[in-house]
């Protein structure tokens, strides 16, 4: 099951859409909320979610009238600052609201912008309740495909990764048989052309300095290692029904080429445009029309020239990892997914070095013996026994 057949026009409705923005106080849900200033004729936030940053939470409540928000970490629930919601704003605690509040009738849209495997309970309770889902929730695509995929509705289901997006607007009006390639483009992050020596004296500072693109701190990591491009593979072949050996990678440091599709004619389709995320956001909101820009427009007359070259996969090995994790495909990406997200945050931290989060990875995978996905409590399991080993081979159980 993919979203490639579905991929195709659908009527606009003329009233504002109802938007629910879960990881509100992130990267993309700050990005998407001042998509939302810009056409408050055409999008309605009625309700907010965020892991712990209440402050942020209740000024956000506040600006737009939202009615209903979800504190997703339990812990945060006495925060003090809670007690200046607007007296008309609903607040729940933990993850069983989050899902409450995804359900909700007057919700047309959920934007999933929830960083990490934590983020599917959501997307699946979205996706059973019928609504569109915007989805900027790699993870939980690659841990949960299986799962989520085949809930996928007739253009309800989109994504807001920039080359995601690309390669859905690609798609538009094209068949599926015509497709030869899917082409992801990847910035190389900032340690492009560093060998491993290099790489082993890299601090957390260093990595979490990205050249082109504004991202949150478990993103920007994994950028560096090239192991958020592996995702976006996983991702493409979930999302498109596209063979993993058929998806390429192209390193672009100029990040003005968000991805390509490469028929079976030779033709090539790419999307480019500025580096900035409220474009593929808004997309997802406008679909299937598009808005006035966000952001400033490319003088492509000014452009410096544009460059294209193979992604160095003997330094970034975790690229190949989750190639090797797509193939085998059952739960080995979930293990995968889980030892990256305990090593990404233990290097950032302090406790590991940079390639250390390869190694850790690699070891939970060679202990993984992958078993088809059933369903969600198996995948919970599956990625918490992997947490637990990831910590074991880092050596920061106790820490």
């Known amino acids: ?20 923005i879960l990881g509100a106080s992130g990267s993309i849900g700050t990005q998407a909320l001042d998509v939302c200033r810009r056409h408050p004729d055409r999008l309605e936030v ?15 409540a506040r ?40 359900q909700m009738d007057e919700v047309d849209c959920v934007l999933n912008a929830v960083v990490g495997f934590a983020g599917i309970r959501a997307g699946l309770s979205a996706l059973r309740a019928n609504k569109i889902l915007t989805y900027a929730n790699k993870e939980s695509i690659v841990v949960g ?7 996928a509705q007739p253009g309800r289901f989109i994504p807001v990764d920039s080359e995601h997006s690309a390669i859905y607007q690609c798609l538009v009006g094209e068949g599926r048989s015509d497709v030869h390639a899917l082409w992801l483009t990847c910035s190389g992050g900032p340690f492009f052309g560093w060998g491993r020596d290099r790489l082993s004296r890299v601090t957390a500072a260093e990595a979490l300095s990205h050249p082109t693109w504004k991202m949150g701190p478990k993103i920007t990591i994994d ?45 090539v389709k790419a999307q480019l445009g500025p580096s900035d995320m409220r474009i593929p956001i808004q997309y997802a909101f406008s679909y299937p029309d598009r808005w006035e820009s966000p952001c400033e427009r490319v003088e492509y007359r000014e452009l ?39 090593a990404n945050l233990a290097f950032r931290r302090g ?28 995948l919970m399991e599956v990625d918490s026994w992997a947490r637990t080993r990831a910590a074991e081979h880092l050596g920061t159980v106790s820490r």
């Not at 099951?1 to 629910?20: D, G, K, Q, W, Y």
């Open 145 to 151: 495909g299986d799962l989520l995929m085949p809930l």
């Open 63 to 102: 600006e737009f009238s939202a009615r209903h928000v979800v504190v997703a970490d339990p812990a945060h629930a006495a925060d003090p600052v809670l007690s200046e919601l607007p007296s008309s704003c609903c607040c729940g605690f933990g993850p069983d609201a989050l899902e409450e509040l995804v």
């Open 351 to 378: 406790l590991c070095g940079f390639l250390d989060i390869e190694r850790a990875v690699s070891e939970v995978m060679d202990d993984c013996v992958p078993s088809p996905v059933e369903s969600l409590e198996q």
């Open 304 to 342: 410096r020239p544009m460059s294209f070259a193979y992604p160095d996969e003997e330094a970034f090995g975790c690229l190949e990892l989750a190639r090797r994790a797509g193939r085998v495909g059952m739960t080995l990406p979930c293990a995968m997914n889980a030892a990256n997200e305990v």
């Open 223 to 267: 950028s560096a290692t090239l192991m958020n491009k592996g995702l976006e593979v996983l991702e493409a072949t979930r999302l498109f029904g596209v063979d993993i050996d058929r998806i390429r990678v192209l390193v672009h440091r100029q990040s003005r080429v968000h991805s390509m599709v490469e028929f079976s004619d030779g033709s």
């Open 1 to 20: 099951m993919s979203i490639f057949e579905r991929v195709a026009h659908v009527p606009a409705s003329t009233a504002p859409l109802r938007l629910a």
């Open 46 to 60: 009625v309700a907010l979610s965020v892991s712990s940053s209440t402050e942020r939470l209740v000024e956000m």
